[in-house]
């Protein structure tokens, strides 16, 4: 069987070179229409104040039109002209009073989509497989977390609240010309063919080129960034010619996709401005025919007119945002698509017999078919110290991450106690077996709070008794307020062995039976090396500790040692007796000593 083959067998995850994955359109239309339904009282009251303020601005034209009338027969007194202005006011201060509190309205309901939706991202993106973002790389995630955020933010905020108001409006300024006179009202929807082709041409085009457009201007910003950063560089080595030509030909891809996108304007500007333009010179020929066969007012023509023009600028507002949500449907299908990754793990409600991880024929393969470990064999005992040597890329680090329950192995399995590491949850599986890296975060908040990540129901004792194993407490009890201290970016600065020492003392609060170390001898800073040492060891003391040696001192002192060579432990044994054998690790420890 090929290696391929026993990888599918086995239900590995399908191991993608390829970045995050990104949703089809009809999974952004339905997680959008999901974030709308989750909203909709907030929406309808939106719509509904809205609709109040375009009826309260129906009034105005109503009112001209009917002094139109009286005018023309001659009727209109002072008293009915002073009437209606003052109406007229009066409508006018009434549509600014219900617009600034449906504007409000609108405003709230789009900041929280966007805030729904911004915490679903968070909830999804720390809810990632470990594995995935380590294949993925952090820039992929970060780039969506903020690039594409960004992007949907203005169109979430102001553009969905404004796409349903000028929506409403359109909608309520059509009915209210019909009501006012169907006859006349005819000829402002002759204005319409021509808007519905002409968006009807522009919308679908247009996404594409602009996101075009954009990437153009970007390659440039980023081809004489480089050319600037790296100028000695490139004199030194002739690549002036060179790099003169990327930017031109980055020149000349940006211009040709301006000119797409001015063509595109070419024809959605004018269109739009006749069909806004066709619109009033049919209301008015129409209605003057219609005046003349007596079926319509001037006044009622006039009202309709007034309609007319009232439509240009939600209808323009309506083609601009929908444009707009179309280049943020891109950025939102990159958000929901982090969504869409599958889990590499199914947690069952399981409880493991004992405290021994061991593994059988455990294979990995970060592409299909490439296995960089071939079948290992290992079981670890309780409280001992296993030194993991061997030359580099041999796959001393991917065997301490299966031994960690990170990446489920692609074959064979590693168990806690009988059950397989991966049908722990998460945060059950954290309290058997944790890997330790040099990456040592802290986190804005206080002291405690950073400590409390690892163990959320801990005591200001445990909290201390966790500072005073990893001997942090002294310098903890002297910050200004103590172990309530603001701390990481913008509080109190910490020294990089301090904030090593909180990363340890994370630990003795999670208190997993099994320390993975990777790397951990840059885990000590050498100028604060013999502290963090202590802290280390105060740590490590009753746990068993599986240690990726890079320096063969350290396997010196452990245990057992075991050896890994493409792929396989090729010994494993206490030192002494590996040294005695003569073998490859025999051979290690010589060539080190003699150095
Ligand atoms: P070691 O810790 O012994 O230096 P690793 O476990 O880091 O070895 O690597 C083992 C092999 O797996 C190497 O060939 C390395 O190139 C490959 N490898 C490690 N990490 C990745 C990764 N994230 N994606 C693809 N290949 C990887």
């Not at 000028?166 to 009202?185: D, E, Y």
């Not at 082709?197 to 954009?214: D, H, M, N, Q, T």
């Not at 891809?253 to 024809?267: D, F, G």
């Not at 701390?487 to 994370?506: E, F, K, M, N």
Request: net charge negative; proline share 4%; aromatic share 6%.
């Amino acid at each position: 069987m090929t290696t391929e083959a026993q990888a599918k067998e086995s239900n590995a995850p399908v191991v993608d070179p390829n970045l995050l994955p990104i949703a089809d359109g009809k999974s952004v239309r339905t997680y959008s229409l999901g974030l709308v339904k989750d909203n909709r009282s907030a929406l309808i009251k939106v719509v509904v104040m809205h609709a109040f303020a375009a009826i309260a601005g129906l009034a105005g034209p109503v009112i001209i039109g009917r002094l139109v009338d009286a005018v023309t027969a001659q009727s209109a007194t002072t008293t009915y002209v002073n009437l209606s202005v003052a109406i007229l006011v009066a409508a006018i201060a009434c549509q600014s009073l219900i617009t600034r509190f449906a504007r409000r309205l609108s405003m709230v309901f789009g900041e929280n989509v966007f805030a729904q939706l911004r915490e679903n991202f968070l909830d999804t993106a720390v809810g990632l497989p470990l594995s995935v973002v380590e294949r993925s790389g952090t820039g992929d995630l970060v780039s969506r977390t903020t690039h594409d955020i960004n992007r949907v933010q203005h169109t979430v905020r102001f553009g969905v609240p404004q796409i349903l108001v000028s929506a409403a409006t359109v909608i309520i300024t059509l009915i209210a010309s019909f009501l006012t006179s169907p006859l006349v009202a005819l000829a402002v929807v002759a204005g319409l063919p021509l808007l519905y082709f002409v968006g009807r041409w522009y919308l679908p085009r247009a996404p594409k080129a602009y996101i075009e457009e954009s990437a153009a201007y970007a390659q440039i910003y980023a081809d004489v960034t480089e050319s600037v950063e790296g100028s000695r560089t490139i004199e030194s080595l002739s690549l002036t010619a060179a790099r003169r030509e990327l930017v031109e030909n980055g020149i000349d891809r940006a211009m040709a996709a301006e000119r797409r996108t001015l063509n595109l304007r070419t024809v959605l500007i004018p269109g739009m401005d006749l069909s806004f333009a066709i619109a009033p010179i049919l209301v008015l020929l129409w209605g003057a025919f219609m005046v003349s066969q007596g079926h319509a007012s001037v006044g009622a023509v006039t009202t309709v007119l007034l309609y007319t023009t009232m439509l240009v600028g939600p209808i323009w507002d309506l083609v601009f945002w929908l444009d707009e949500s179309q280049v943020a449907a891109t950025s939102m299908a990159r958000i929901i698509g982090v969504g869409q990754v599958e889990t590499d793990r199914v947690a069952r409600d399981v409880e493991p017999e004992h405290e021994t991880i061991s593994g059988s024929g455990i294979e990995y393969a970060y592409r299909e078919g490439h296995n960089v470990l071939h079948g290992i064999d290992i079981e670890l005992t309780p409280g001992e110290r296993l030194a993991v040597v061997g030359p580099s890329g041999a796959g001393k680090s991917t065997l301490g991450r299966m031994l960690a329950g990170i990446h489920p192995p692609t074959g064979g399995s590693v168990t806690v106690g009988n059950v397989p590491l991966i049908d722990l949850p998460l945060e059950d599986l954290r309290g058997h077996v944790a890997l330790v890296t040099q990456e040592h975060h802290v986190f804005v908040g206080t002291l405690a709070q950073n400590l409390l990540l690892a163990s959320p129901d801990a005591t200001e004792a445990d909290l201390r008794r966790a500072l005073g194993a990893v001997g942090a407490l002294e310098w903890a009890d002297k910050l200004p307020e103590g172990v309530h201290t603001e701390v990481g970016s913008g509080g109190h600065t910490l020294t990089p062995a301090q904030a090593q020492q909180i990363a340890l003392a994370r630990l003795v609060l999670l208190d997993p039976h099994t320390l993975i170390l990777d790397e951990a001898t840059s885990l000590l800073d050498p100028r604060a090396a013999r502290d963090l040492e202590k802290s280390l060891n105060a740590v490590l003391s009753g746990r068993t500790v599986v240690a990726i040696a890079h320096r063969l001192h350290t396997a010196h002192d452990a245990d057992r040692v075991a050896v890994v060579t493409a792929g396989q432990i090729s010994e494993i044994g206490p030192h002494d007796e590996l040294v005695a054998n003569g073998g490859d690790y025999a051979d290690l420890w010589h060539s080190w000593q003699q150095k």
